[in-house]
């Protein structure tokens, strides 16, 4: 096993038994300094992490660099990328793995860029939430093992995955999407050639030429409890998930690359058009017309756990 590996699976074994060991007072009111009544999960479900709030500081004034400016990104590293309101930014998850909220502005749209390094997803969404601009930080709570975001006008307490607030005084209100490339440096930038990139001067002393993940994408291994778990893939497959009102799908990396890269479906009677390229590790959903959806790149494990009944694609064999 390598040293990195074993290290982390040592880190995985002690955050459980934390776990294990918090969740007992989970029937309080509050967590982290989180209000938890009434949440519209299960309580016994919200465990955790480790960190106390903030301990993961959010990014709330990320300052930008251009792209030739970026020189400690290597090609392959991942990025999450935004083009929005006419400008186009970078995101690399070398920095997102140690703060997981970016607090961001495209022009007069305040926008928040989340990411969970343990189920691999990145979303990002508008912070207007009923005419109020609202800014987010980590809780340090986790939901199967995704982050719970709070927000601090009225600390409610929100999850990634639903997108949904699940306590607190707008729990049930939902996070509008945006459509986010998660892919590689050398992709982003060759059809983003003005981008700009989320500098590693954050305020924060972090070791961004560090990933404090390393080995995490290749374990069967999850650090934390499930509602549910599926066979059939490896857990920590990429997929992308797709979903249409009520009906989710998920496309798995690895059968999409069986096809050649354009997947045309229907879900829920809508025409979609999945555009995969296994050299930048992205996969994209469109609308007939061409726009780009929102859609979710994550561990198949996490997709599935949030989306047990969702419907799996499969390349056909020739």
């Known amino acids: 096993m390598k040293p990195a590996l074993a290290k982390w699976c040592l880190l995985c074994h002690f955050f459980m038994l934390s776990a294990w060991l918090v969740s007992s007072t989970l029937h309080a009111q509050v967590m982290n300094g989180v209000d938890l009544k009434d949440p519209l999960i299960a309580p016994d479900q919200i465990v955790s992490g480790g960190p106390a ?43 997102l793995n140690w703060h997981e909220v970016v607090n961001d502005q495209f022009g007069a ?68 999407p945006l459509p986010v490339t998660h892919t590689n440096w050398s992709d982003w930038r060759a059809s983003h050639a003005t981008t700009q990139v989320l500098s590693t001067d954050t305020g924060n002393s972090r070791s961004y030429d560090r990933d ?7 374990s069967t291994q999850i650090m934390f409890p499930l509602a549910f778990r599926s066979a059939g893939f490896h857990p920590k497959e990429r997929v992308l998930g797709v979903q249409i009102g009520t009906a989710t799908k998920a496309y798995p990396f690895v059968e999409l690359g069986k096809t050649n890269g354009l997947v045309t479906d229907q ?14 590790s992205r996969a994209t959903v469109h609308a007939a017309d061409g726009r780009k959806l929102p859609g979710v790149v994550a561990y198949w494990f996490a997709w599935y756990t949030f989306h047990p009944d969702t419907a799996v694609f499969h390349a056909a064999q020739h």
């Not at 809508?270 to 930048?280: E, W, Y």
């Open 53 to 95: 709030k903030d301990g993961i500081p959010a990014i709330d004034r990320p300052r930008f660099i251009s792209a030739k400016e970026a020189g400690f990104l290597q090609a392959n590293d991942m990025v999450l990328g935004l083009a929005h309101q006419g400008v186009a930014r970078a995101y690399p998850l070398r920095i």
């Open 212 to 218: 404090p993940y390393a080995g995490y994408d290749s």
């Open 109 to 176: 749209e305040p926008i928040t860029i989340t990411y969970c390094p343990l189920c691999g997803t990145g979303m990002v969404f508008e912070r207007r939430v009923k005419g109020r601009v609202l800014s987010f930080g980590v809780s340090g709570l986790l939901y199967n093992n995704d982050v719970l975001l709070y927000d601090r006008e009225t600390g409610s307490l929100w999850s990634q995955l639903l997108a949904q607030a699940i306590s607190g005084p707008l729990k049930g209100q939902r996070l509008a």
């Open 267 to 280: 879900l829920a009677g809508t025409r979609l058009t999945i555009r995969f390229d296994r050299a930048a």
